[in-house]
């Protein structure tokens, strides 16, 4: 099988959270409220309900700018902070924008490789549409071809639509694109499609072929197949 792309999830699979960027938010709020600051999911997702998160997505990066900065004015109300919400959520925005992400080491030499290869090459992830400015800002903006955020086709993986969005994008059909992914529900989505895909965890054992722990394997799997 010959193959013409090659299709990357963003988080946790080309990308991790940059910790000091982690920090440097958290040093901030525990100044203004004066304690530890603590966030879970549950509650995470409660702010995106007070800051009007559209149930269909954010459209446009200038939205998206207007979301977060109204989520960190909802967060630090929620914290009880009572003065200069809005100057200190804007704060708290520009500290962070497009600052939240670090690359897995073997990610330029992976890419660098499927580029000079001819490979077209792109990027599926379920986040809004601040995607291409993440991987611009990493530096990794020549390697991409396409970039399909679930906020701009309005699904999120699995669900084929999104699959489809990126084979449509690049002009290739599932039979000759590779995908990989870090949640194995979303690799299985784009193989139920036709495409070979990897599941990757860096921690754990292979529990099938499909699996690996280092984007470097997929190499290894072109090039003997």
Known sequence: M???????????????????????????????????????YDRMMNLFEKANYPKDGLKSVEDEIIFWKRYYYELLKDEGVLENIEEKAEMIHNELWL???????????????????????GVISDT????????????LGKYFDCYICSDLVGVMKPDEKIYKAALSALNVEA???????????????????????????????????????????????????
């Open 2 to 40: 010959t193959y013409k792309a090659i299709f990357f999830d963003r988080d946790n699979t080309l990308t991790y959270a940059n910790e000091q960027i982690k920090n440097r938010k958290k040093q901030l709020i525990e100044s203004w409220i004066g304690k530890e600051f603590k966030l879970d």
């Open 175 to 225: 039979k000759e694109s590779i995908y990989v992914d870090d949640y194995d529900v979303e690799a299985d989505g784009a193989r139920i499609l036709g495409f070979t895909s990897f599941h990757i965890d860096r921690k754990n054992s292979p529990e099938s072929q499909w699996d690996i722990n280092s984007l470097k394997e997929i190499i290894n799997y072109v090039e003997n197949k």
């Open 128 to 139: 809004s549409p601040s995607l291409q400015l993440t991987l611009e800002t990493l530096g």
């Open 99 to 121: 600052k939240e992400k670090a690359l897995f080491p073997e990610v330029i030499d992976v890419l660098e490789y499927f580029k000079t290869h001819g490979y077209k090459i």
